[in-house]
């Protein structure tokens, strides 16, 4: 079930740790319900995801891992990222090139992503409405939208006080 605060707690003082916590055991319950597996790179990748609202590029993820023992090849980055994405774990952030932890794992939901330009951080917002007109828009010209990334770029309340 969803948070209604969930969105708001990239961009507001938080208790990150149990935020952390919560996004690993949703995403683990996510997993068992479908029978995925979360092998140990996996779940490591998702925890370095968690650790901050904010997307991380894969090879700062990659050098998180071979800290960790996992080896430094880019696949192996590449692979947990991808599967994280493919099963609604995770998502791909196009303007930052970067991968930031879902919000709502397990949920069908289209999201938008607020991205602070000063200090990176990334909220994940609804966006079923700009969605629906966003597909409005495209069927009167014929066309069948397939895949959209919502992105905006702008000030976080912390660095709109300080920028």
Do not use: W
Request: glycine share 6%; proline share 6%; charged share 25%.
């Amino acid at each position: 079930m969803r948070d209604p605060d969930t969105n708001l707690k990239a961009f507001a003082p938080h208790d990150h740790r149990h935020c952390a916590q919560d996004g690993l055991a949703r995403a683990e319950t996510v997993a068992r319900e479908r029978g995925l597996r979360l092998t140990p790179v996996r779940r490591r990748t998702l925890e370095i995801l968690l650790e901050a609202h904010r997307a991380i590029g894969a090879y700062e993820v990659l050098d998180r891992l071979a800290a960790d023992g996992f080896g430094r090849q880019p696949p192996v980055a590449y692979r947990a990222l991808e599967f994280l994405v493919e099963h609604g774990l995770a998502h791909r952030v196009q303007r930052l090139n970067a991968f930031a932890a879902c919000a709502h794992p397990g949920e069908d939901h289209q999201p938008a992503f607020l991205i602070c330009r000063v200090c990176n951080a990334v909220a994940e917002a609804p966006a079923a409405r700009p969605r629906a007109a966003l597909d409005a828009a495209s069927a009167e010209v014929g066309f069948v939208v397939e895949r959209a990334s919502i992105e905006a770029v702008g000030l976080c309340p912390q660095c709109r006080g300080t920028a």
